[in-house]
């Protein structure tokens, strides 16, 4: 029997999580104990006899030899929630959110996008936007982000360092895309295959186990063959996570059937350079055939659910039932820029609004509910990055990444009132809630500044 690790601090109060989808777990009276490595090594929930939860806080501190007034951390009546999973977002994009929103993808790409990402090749314009990015996303609550960067070595490699100097988990991406771009944001082959292998060494030889290089062809249309063969190649010797964007935009839908003629779909397109397997991430995937959703789901690729973005370029509206329905593992993407928003409460909503509107359309299709799209912006998001054996929920032995969210904090965006359940509180949380609610963010058990 392996002797647990020696609990530094312990967290009182209300716990709120996911076990399974659909079911959101409300725990009052509970205490949660984490080591100095930031696991959980302590869990216990619904006290009825506070008598009780105070006595095994006492005994907890005097069997670990910590003092219970530095140690302990009473929520009074706030509450604990994992941190969210953003699995698909642009940082380099973040300069144009809230902008440029007048153009489906493809335009959309051409006139802003590609512009701003050339500009990251200016180490001093990439820190500014990196620093504030990052910055953003915590102070959002998003403890793991799946990050695309530019096809710049230097700044893909200058966000990695922000992200690690600010704590948070994520998976850097230096995108690749030698064709179908514009002549001042374009690499050659050779070039991309180098520098990706590069940024990957970079990236793991930091020994930062919260970040992780991740493989990113852009899209199928942005790389040629040979390129995606190598990255195909680069990810399975090095095992890390691959991304990238599949059945966003109907236009770009027949952009790749008339460059692979030969290729049954463009989820085929992927499989075909082995770049289609569980370590994948896809975006977006919201013109799916049903071979292509059966093909995803023999690979045990994931699905980023992009909302946000699918509505404000127009794109169109994810049938997420049928995702679920063939067992994908499916997370939550803010998508900046597509997306204008870097909080994943917004992203939770405009999922939850995705579902109705395919209920429109189709009355049997079943509405998402909160709780549903709860699980899915921490537990699903934790599949999707194949770290739901160490985030997600507060299972003992999983690292404690989580959100202390604060009610009835001054300026609150929403009211609270006498005779309101602990659920009826979180339910406005999920609707109304914002940044202004974080009170306290930890990463891996580490207190993070936002």
């Known amino acids: 029997m392996i002797k647990a690790n020696k609990i530094i601090k312990l967290f009182k109060g209300t716990v709120i999580h996911s076990l399974e989808i659909g079911k959101v777990e409300i725990l009052p009276n509970s205490l949660i104990g984490i080591d100095e490595e930031g696991v959980i090594q302590h869990m216990k929930s619904d006290y009825q006899d506070l008598k009780q939860l105070e006595k095994d806080v006492n005994t907890i501190c005097i069997d670990n030899g910590i003092d219970e007034k530095e140690s302990v951390i009473d929520m009074g009546n706030k509450f604990l929630i994992p941190g969210f999973i953003d699995t698909h977002a642009h940082a380099p994009q973040y300069h144009n959110a809230g902008t440029g929103t007048d153009l489906p993808l493809l ?20 820190e500014n936007v990196y620093g504030k990015v990052v910055d953003r996303m915590l102070r959002h609550g998003t403890t793991t982000c799946c990050y695309y960067a530019t096809i710049h070595l230097e700044a893909s490699e200058l966000l990695a360092d922000i992200v690690s100097k600010r704590g948070q988990r994520a998976f850097i991406g230096k995108v690749c895309m030698d064709r179908h771009s514009p ?17 990957v060494e970079r990236i793991l030889s930091k020994g930062n186990p919260l970040v992780q290089p991740i493989v990113t062809p852009r899209f199928a249309p942005s790389c040629t063959n040979e390129l995606m063969e190598a990255l195909g ?9 691959i991304q990238s964007h599949l059945s966003e935009n109907k ?12 290729i049954e779909s463009y989820t085929h397109v992927y499989k075909h350079f082995n770049l289609l397997n569980e370590r994948t ?45 063939a067992n994908i593992k499916l997370g939550l993407g803010s998508d900046i820029s597509g ?6 409460l917004q992203v939770i909503r405009d999922s ?16 998402l509910s909160f709780e549903e799209a709860f699980y899915l912006a921490t537990v699903g998001g934790s599949k999707v990055v194949n770290l739901d054996h160490r985030i997600g929920n507060f299972i003992v032995g999983k ?17 609270c009132f006498d005779g309101e359940t602990l659920k009826d509180i979180f339910q406005k949380f999920i609707y109304l809630g914002d940044d202004r609610n974080l009170s306290s963010l930890y990463i891996k058990g580490n207190k993070i500044k936002f």
């Open 233 to 241: 190649k680069l990810s399975q010797e090095k095992q890390t996570l």
């Open 107 to 126: 335009k959309w790409l051409e006139k802003y996008t590609f512009p701003v990402e050339s500009k990251f090749k200016d180490l001093v314009f990439a």
């Open 251 to 262: 236009d770009e839908i027949e952009w790749v059937k008339s460059l692979y003629p030969g």
């Open 352 to 367: 939850i609004k995705c579902s109705n509107s395919q209920f429109f359309n189709n009355g049997n299709h079943i509405p």
């Open 339 to 344: 997306g204008y928003h870097p909080s994943i």
């Open 183 to 199: 002549d001042h944001y374009i690499e050659t082959t050779e070039q991309s295959i180098i520098d990706t292998k590069e940024f």
């Open 281 to 325: 991430i896809m975006a977006h995937c919201v013109h799916l055939s049903e071979e292509e959703i059966k093909l995803i789901s023999a690979q045990q690729t994931a699905i980023s659910h992009c909302p946000i973005s699918n509505f404000t370029l127009r794109s169109g509206n994810l049938d997420i039932r049928k995702v679920l329905e």
């Open 399 to 415: 690292d404690f990444d989580a959100q202390i969210i604060d009610p009835f904090v001054q300026n609150s965006p929403f009211d």
